[in-house]
């Protein structure tokens, strides 16, 4: 299953070098010019790394790094063809994960971002054991999910579905994702998990939760999310990122 990978890349050449190459080394890139839109992307889906490119963006990447790190504790690698060591330690300090020095091959480039992405899933930095989400509240050690008090009643493959999107709240998260989070075939996955979304929803409704609400991108992904029931208002449709297949 790909991993996600968010790129920040104004430089045209390897913007392109990377949406070609990037699928073969098992990634799906997702190509941005700038911080605005990163971050605008970053609300609605959730990826395993982030790339940028320091040459490209000039001045601002330090800013951007402590910016993108505040946002989200995936890993961000940094491309550059600085050699100065101070430079370098401000980009680490900063926020950056990873320094790979330009030029390197996307081959190369890939291999790293792939390390450290495992190494992330291997060691978990501190995850929550427990995880709320409005009137929500999941328990990661007991299995265990209430709703304003009153126990969810949730099969195995439910809570597991339900945790990662209650991990990951207000954000679209992918299929992919999903199906590698619960260490299952994309092809199981993708069949089971509209079946879990739908069982679901309908439990959350007959216990009364209007304040819960998983949205579903059809053949991408869902989303949990908290929203005021009071506010009634036309469906809006859900926009999502191209992805590079």
Not at 55 to 81: E, F, K, N, Y
Not at 92 to 121: F, Q
Request: with cysteine; charged share 25%.
């Amino acid at each position: 299953m790909p991993y996600l990978s968010l790129i920040i890349e104004r430089d045209a050449r390897l913007s392109q070098s990377i949406q070609r190459d990037f699928p073969a080394f098992g990634f799906k890139p997702y190509v941005v010019e700038s911080c605005e839109t990163a971050m605008t992307v970053m609300r609605q889906w959730s990826f395993d790394a982030v790339v940028l490119d320091a040459d490209a963006i000039g001045p601002g990447v330090l800013p951007m790094l402590r910016r993108l790190q505040l946002r989200s504790h995936i890993p961000l690698m940094l491309l550059s063809t600085a050699r100065d060591e101070q430079e370098q330690i401000a980009s680490l300090e900063s926020g950056a994960t990873e320094i790979v020095t330009m030029p390197a091959s996307t081959r190369l480039i890939a291999a790293k971002l792939r390390r450290l992405i495992e190494v992330g899933v291997r060691e978990p930095e501190d995850e929550a054991s427990e995880i709320t989400v409005g009137p929500l509240v999941m328990h990661a050690r007991r299995g265990r999910a209430t709703v304003n008090g009153v126990p969810l009643e949730l099969t195995t493959h439910q809570f597991e579905l339900l945790f990662v999107l209650a991990s990951r709240a207000g954000q679209f998260v992918h299929r992919e994702t999903i199906a590698r989070a619960l260490r299952g075939p994309m092809t199981e996955v993708g069949r089971s998990a509209d079946v879990h979304i739908y069982r679901i929803r309908k439990k959350l409704r007959d216990q009364g939760i209007a304040s819960l609400r998983l949205d579903t991108v059809y053949g991408r992904g869902y989303c949990l999310s908290v929203h005021d029931p009071q506010r009634q208002s036309e469906d809006v449709p859900v926009r999502y990122p191209q992805w590079v297949e």
